[in-house]
């Protein structure tokens, strides 16, 4: 047999092992949304409906709910081309004239690509007095290289500026570095697992903390923020066994403040994504008062990813349904815009 028969056969598994995990990744990215491609859509439609929701006295809040929750992120992006198009407004500002508060944040935030949001979400946290911590974790930790990569691109064009510049001049120390790491997007993206490696990132975690005065964090950081998620997942069972403890408690009880959160963001992002935001979500709703930036920046940024999955993950971890912490703690045509984006009031 002709040996360059072998050549192309191995050509050929190899390309259809990349097509595959392509479409194992393209499905990971956006069949566990609650919101889905509209059937019937016609973006003229749309844009008509929603002009004439605004045009005249008051604003038609009961059309926009009807719409935009039930449109994709790509099927809103024609929306408002038609609307530019035929109408010739910019709709995003069409409706920030008209709509106030929450409401009109989340209403925004739907109408931008994901990256976009992103990126928009980044600035907000960094500029004016004071850093939005909680939001460079969130998005930094739990966004892919490719996402990451997208997103630092965006912030340039749509800000003029660096985003690793900006974060650089609005954090400090370890937890400056580790977010300049994060942003470097150099993850290994395999899933092969060295069991040797995987042995002695277990040891240099344990030594680095837990058996030593004091903490070298650099090791957890050149660890968590560099190998792939199947090594890290081993990693973590391996370091169980060494230390006797699950890796979260030891990064609680060897970090504090941003340090910490930022650590244990990456752990459960590795762990399971889902339940890591129905934490999220969970904490910015209980107790006094709601941290609405983190419930609309979750709500909207997941809708169309994985929000069946965090619904399931919050009911699991706190035995109520997300929608009816949402209700009880929103209300009006915010509250209203939620339920509808996290697929109704169950």
């Known amino acids: ?17 990349f097509i595959t995990r392509s479409f194992i990744a393209m499905a990971a990215l956006g069949n566990r949304g609650t919101v889905t491609e509209a059937s019937g859509f ?15 006295a008051g604003t038609n809040e009961a059309t926009i709910i009807e719409i935009l929750p039930h449109r994709t992120i790509a099927q809103r992006q024609k929306i408002k081309e038609s609307f ?22 989340v209403v925004v935030g739907l109408l931008m690509p994901a990256p976009v949001y992103d990126a ?10 004071g850093t939005e911590e909680a939001c ?9 290289n490719a996402e990451i990569r997208e997103l630092i691109a965006t912030y340039k064009k749509e800000c003029g500026k660096s985003l690793e510049d900006d974060i650089c001049g609005d954090t400090s120390g370890m937890f400056q570095r580790v977010l300049v790491s994060l942003l470097a997007a150099g993850r290994d993206d395999s899933f092969k697992v060295d069991d040797a490696q995987v042995a002695q990132d277990a040891k240099d975690i344990f030594e680095a903390g837990e058996a030593r ?7 957890f ?23 006797g403890r699950d890796i979260e408690e030891s990064i609680k009880r060897e970090m504090s403040g941003s340090l910490e959160e930022v650590f244990l963001a990456i752990v459960k992002c590795l762990k399971n994504k889902p339940a890591f935001f129905a934490e999220r979500l969970y904490k910015s709703m209980k107790g006094l008062g ?57």
């Open 213 to 219: 005065w004091g903490t070298d964090e650099v090791k």
């Open 84 to 105: 530019k198009r035929t109408v010739g407004k910019d709709l995003i500002d069409e409706l920030k004239s008209e709509l106030t508060g929450n409401f009109e944040k």
């Open 136 to 144: 460079l974790i969130d998005i930094l930790a739990s966004r892919n």
């Open 42 to 56: 016609s973006p003229d439609e749309d844009a008509q409906k929603l002009y004439g929701a605004m045009k005249g």
């Open 290 to 346: 709601t941290k609405d930036s983190v419930l609309m920046r979750i709500v909207v940024s997941r809708a169309e990813i994985d929000m069946l999955d965090i619904k399931s993950e919050f009911l699991r971890m706190y035995g109520k349904t997300l929608g009816s912490f949402i209700k009880g703690d929103t209300s009006g045509d915010y509250r209203k815009i939620l339920l509808e984006l996290c697929g109704g009031e169950k």
């Open 221 to 243: 950081l050149t660890v968590l923020c560099a190998r792939n998620k199947n090594h890290l997942i081993q990693v973590f069972k391996d370091y169980q066994k060494i230390s």
């Open 120 to 129: 928009y979400e980044m600035r907000n946290a960094i500029k004016g007095a």
């Open 1 to 17: 047999m002709n040996l360059d028969i072998f050549g192309h056969l191995s050509y050929a598994w190899h390309f259809i092992l």
